[in-house]
């Protein structure tokens, strides 16, 4: 598994629930070390024993977890590198949405040896989609949901989400747009600021 990937678990058990508890969750996980380090490889099965015990202490179920992680990765201010990455997908919450089946490709260009899931986007009309997502280990489409509720409030779009969990190797989300301009969404420019 990569290493951003359990860097992502730690921060965002260290951000949201206090260092105290990663240290907790690092031992009890039998890891050995407290930091992950973002750009090496480690197996699957360590990412595994840390979300288990990461729900143990949080009393949360994975897809819970996951989809959570998914919302920290949007909306924390330690992850704005992602939203950024994410916003560049469009003007709006339908543009951005159109964009998700090269989201693994613009990841890749950030990191060359990130590989996410495979996204495919079916629109079945012009305020109901189906994004599925073809991953292993399964739960990807967990973390999906997240980033997918977060980025319609960043956008200012109300939406259902309902997620389906994973059936012969793909995870799927409905997704049904209310209104593409419910609220005011989250500032973003496309070039940083001078100081």
Known sequence: MHGLINRTIQGFVSDTRGETLWREVAERAELGFVEF???????????ERVLRVVCAQLNLPLEALLEDIGTYLVSHENTEAVRRLLRFGGVDFVEFLHSLEDLPDRARLAVDDLRLPQLELCEH???????????????????????????????????????????????????????????????????????
């Open 125 to 195: 009309a012009m305020d109901h989609f189906s994004l599925t997502v073809t991953s292993q280990p399964v739960g990807f489409g967990a973390v999906m949901l997240g980033v997918l509720r977060a980025m319609a409030d960043d956008y200012g779009a109300l939406v259902i989400l309902e997620y389906f969990p994973a059936t012969q190797g793909s995870e799927r989300i409905e997704i049904q747009l209310i209104e593409a301009a419910f609220a005011a969404g989250r500032g973003f420019e496309l070039g940083a600021r001078a100081v």
């Open 37 to 47: 380090e973002a750009m090496l490889s480690y197996d699957a099965e360590v990412t």
